[in-house]
């Protein structure tokens, strides 16, 4: 038998071995510890979510007062695939709670989803690759009792997110069942979510991995969902994925209770098959087999840049699939909204007058889409770049600079592929969603470099977030991973919901996303991009002095 | 379990992981009360036999008993007869000592408050201090004192001392040493042969995944070969025909050589035919045990 085919068995073996006794003895312990870890993080997400839901629900008396407006907003939603892909149906435009329901339903489920994973990983596999789960399964605690308490930790999460959501929306006067339904069709959906990531944590053997892959599967059943809305009446799609069934609940607008069922028992279906595997396999294993690597350096490796590059390939060529596979989605779906629009003239009529008069339909689409490549890559370059915090704290960075390597080239080391990997990020995504589009088209290279242009815009504002990252790793580290990571939520507020939540234009301002200019769908202006890479600039320089001058580790 | 029956039973264990052999047939037996000593240089299997005991991996053939039971299905319940010590020490940084003392002792139904403050005092440690500010010798202490405030029949610590200054690896001789008068088991696995030689019974000596000696250290120093300095007026003649001898030198009336334990009184004989003025006679080291058993003798 091929090495590959012995391996694979092994790792079938793992499934048929004994079942321990008592494999969850200890989680109530464990639960509570989990508790008492994130007693902060728990309650600023639940409070910060129903604040923001609330917020929307007021909105839409100030936005839409009169049903004659609401059903002009219908119509324009209702001819747009992409607002229909992403934010699903919207099954009652005249009542508030409709509107709230669709306006932040799959955003919120989005972040319910990423924020309950990371909570499973950072419980479950995180404590194991850190060492602290051989102390505890060292002692009376089952070996299916971290991972049991790390989901029932996201489930604590899930159900308070859901309910002081309910709770809140009920209190501005939305209608009981519709606010429940909202909030635990949410909740629920959020648990089937929160089970890939359990199920990610048993398949990788690190904390990236198993981040990446509940990620990865995140990804994949919104691009279900919204693959199924983006046809003109829906498609069996729709019910596919967890996304959907929320969606589907229809929340203040003759809800399906039922539905709350179906996610609840998926949800049961991947936390038993997580814990089936967790009580049965080795400390620190995975189900994915671990593959030897080479014996030596590649001969490029020869300092802190390059040994960064060498550690960052995997995730930026991951980030970069997810990006190709995005643009693809996008691109196909600017295809179908074209045709859409172009074949119907009373509507193209309506969503030019919307948008302002003169624009192009398929330009005005096209920056919306490279709007949300240059959030998404942001979020990859802060996170890169705090990779230098990670290797600060566990003590990597001492290694590397003790050899005879300056403090500004372990700076770049990380700081490099955040910079230059968020920017490659925004080529992918742009050029795919072009070359897919202009595939239908006939014009696939001509419209590939539009629609990188269009994506590249946005990197000057990426480029300033990090920048931010790298400065306060500079100038006050401890501050670097959550100022860098609000300031991400704030620019994704004010980009997706500042109009929406009737911000002033000035605080919309502050987000350096909000002065990207709009090409092609409106004239360039380079001021902008002059200032926001002037400030990026500046803000690494910042980052660079203050780190020349500041202890190490801080 | 009968008071005859061994605290750990390992006969033939085998773990692989991926092509790599950890464990290839290892016997270990630790027999009630004492401290049981597990030697090997790094990458034996010393961790990969304990992590096997503790039923954080499942062996691959051979077998295992610990305290009579299954260390695999019934991992929990014998983990609340047990304490163990892991070589790596890893918390929560943003928990403090005490608070972590405390947890880990509540996941064994709560500890010992008196037995805890004192151990805290002996190893001066501050459990206000969060763990993130602990260094690697103060997170070991953490880990030490929620183990030692236990009251079980077993105690499986792994490289305890590695990361502790010489005061404090005084301290937790004493702690071992007490657990010891009160009848308890303790299975400390170590490279570092003094702290072995100072507080073990009996030790077991594995290599590459297997066991190769086995025994109370006083009985296997008797098996080992004696080094002798010796001093003679007289030119020793034909002391190379002498069976047994080893690493001889012998020049201007100065010997040195070691001898198999068998061989020692015909060594003498020929030595006081040539009038002894000096001899020194010392019982091998564990260090050249040690380095005897791994094929390196003489450096």
């Known amino acids: ?33 989990a508790l008492r870890r994130d007693r902060v993080r728990i309650p600023v997400w639940v409070v910060f979510a129903g604040y923001l839901s609330i917020a929307v629900a007021q909105s839409w008396d100030r936005l839409y007062p009169t049903v004659g407006s609401r059903r002009e907003l219908a119509t324009s939603i209702a001819v747009d695939p992409t607002l229909s892909a992403i934010l699903g149906p919207l099954f009652d435009p005249l009542g508030t709670g409709g509107l709230t329901a669709w306006r932040i339903g799959s955003g919120t489920l989005l972040a319910m989803g990423l924020v309950a994973s990371f909570l499973v990983v950072r419980h479950s596999r995180a404590d194991e690759v850190e060492g602290r789960a051989e102390l505890l399964l060292g002692g009376p605690v089952g070996r299916a009792a971290p991972l049991a308490a790390a989901l029932a930790t996201a489930a604590v999460l899930l159900l308070a997110w859901g309910l002081v959501t309910a709770v809140l929306l009920r209190a501005a006067g939305l209608d009981t069942g519709g606010s429940v339904a909202f909030g635990l069709g949410q909740a629920c959906a959020g648990l089937v979510l929160a089970g890939f990531a359990g199920v990610a944590t048993q398949l990788a053997r690190t904390s990236r991995g198993a981040n990446g892959l509940a990620g990865l599967a995140i990804g994949l059943a919104f691009l279900v969902t919204a693959t199924g809305n983006a046809r003109e009446g829906g498609s ?83 980030w970069a699939a997810g990006f190709a596979v995005l643009g693809a989605f996008e691109g196909a779906l600017l295809t179908t909204s074209v045709d859409l629009v172009t074949g119907n003239a009373a509507l193209l009529e309506l969503l030019e007058r919307l948008a302002g008069g003169t624009t192009d339909i398929r330009d005005a689409f096209l920056v919306d889409m490279t709007g949300l490549f240059s959030l998404v890559a942001a979020g990859f370059g802060i996170s890169t770049a705090l990779r230098l915090r990670a290797e600060e704290e566990d003590g990597r960075a001492e290694t590397v600079l003790a050899s005879p390597r300056s403090r500004v080239a372990w700076l770049f080391g990380h700081g490099s592929s955040a910079l230059l990997g968020s920017v490659l990020l925004l080529v992918a995504g742009g050029l795919t969603l072009g070359l897919v589009h202009g595939a239908a088209e006939g014009d696939a290279l001509a419209q ?10 946005g990197a000057p504002a990426v480029l300033l977030l990090v920048g931010v990252t790298l ?14 990571w609000v300031l991400l939520v704030w620019c994704v507020l004010t980009g997706f919901l500042g109009a929406v939540l009737g911000l002033p234009e000035w605080l919309r301002q502050t987000s350096p996303f909000g002065h990207v200019p709009l090409w092609p769908a409106v004239a360039m202006s380079w001021t902008p991009v002059v200032v926001l890479t002037a400030v990026a600039v500046a803000l690494v320089a910042v980052g660079v002095l203050a780190l020349r001058r500041r202890d190490m580790p801080s | 379990m009968s008071d005859s029956a061994p605290v750990i039973d390992v006969r033939g264990l085998r773990k692989s992981f991926g092509t790599t052999r950890a464990l290839d047939g290892l016997d270990l037996s630790v027999e009630l009360g004492g401290v049981h000593g597990f030697l090997g240089p790094n990458g034996a299997g010393k961790t990969t036999t304990l992590r096997v005991l503790l039923g954080l991996l499942h062996k691959d053939g051979g077998e295992a008993r610990l305290l ?58 501050d459990p206000t201090v969060k763990v993130a500010a602990y260094s690697k010798g103060n997170r070991q202490k953490v880990a030490l004192v929620a183990a030692l405030a236990a009251d079980v029949e077993l105690y499986v610590l792994d490289e305890p001392t590695d990361g502790l200054d010489p005061l404090m690896s005084e301290v937790f001789r004493d702690a071992v040493g007490r657990l010891r008068d009160r009848g308890r088991t303790v299975l400390l696995s170590s490279h570092v042969l ?21 025994g109370s250290l006083r009985a296997m120093r008797h098996l080992q070969r004696l080094t ?66 791994y094929g390196q003798a003489g450096a």
């Open chain 1, 1 to 33: 038998m091929s090495p590959a085919g012995r391996a694979a068995q092994s790792r079938v073996a793992v499934l048929a071995r004994p079942a321990p006794a008592s494999a969850f003895v200890g989680t109530g312990t464990l639960l509570r510890l």
């Open chain 1, 236 to 318: 069996p799609l729709q019910w596919l994925a967890p996304f959907g069934w929320a969606q589907q609940t229809r929340a203040y607008a003759e809800e399906r209770w039922w539905l709350l069922a179906v996610s609840v028992a998926a949800a049961l279906v991947l936390a038993a098959a997580a814990l089936h595997v967790a009580a049965r396999r080795d400390l620190a294993d995975g189900l994915i087999a671990q593959r030897p690597g080479r014996g030596g350096a590649a001969t490029w490796v020869t300092g802190p840049v390059a040994l960064a590059w060498r550690l960052d390939r995997a995730g930026l060529l991951v």
């Open chain 1, 448 to 457: 590939g470099l539009r629609a990188t242009g269009a994506s590249l815009l």
């Open chain 1, 471 to 484: 400065a306060l790793i500079g100038v006050r580290p401890s501050w670097a991973a959550p100022v860098s």
């Open chain 2, 68 to 125: 009579g039971g299954d260390p695999w299905t019934d991992a929990v319940a014998l983990h609340r007869r047990l304490v163990y010590v892991p070589g790596d020490v890893a918390l929560w940084p943003s928990l403090t000592g005490g608070e972590t003392v405390d947890v880990l002792g509540r996941l064994r139904g709560g500890l010992d408050a008196t037995r805890r403050d004192e151990l805290l005092e002996a190893f001066a440690l």
């Open chain 2, 194 to 214: 003094a702290e072995v030689d100072a507080v073990c019974d009996r030790v077991t000596i594995i290599r590459s995944g297997r066991t190769i000696e086995t």
């Open chain 2, 228 to 293: 002798i300095v010796a001093e003679t007026r007289h030119e020793l003649h034909g002391i190379r025909d002498v069976p047994g001898l080893h690493d001889l030198t012998s020049e201007a009336g100065m010997l040195r050589c070691t001898v198999d334990p068998g061989h020692l009184d015909e060594l003498l004989s020929h030595l006081s035919a040539a009038a002894v003025l000096s001899l020194e006679v010392r019982p091998p080291t564990l260090e050249e045990m040690f380095l005897r058993y």
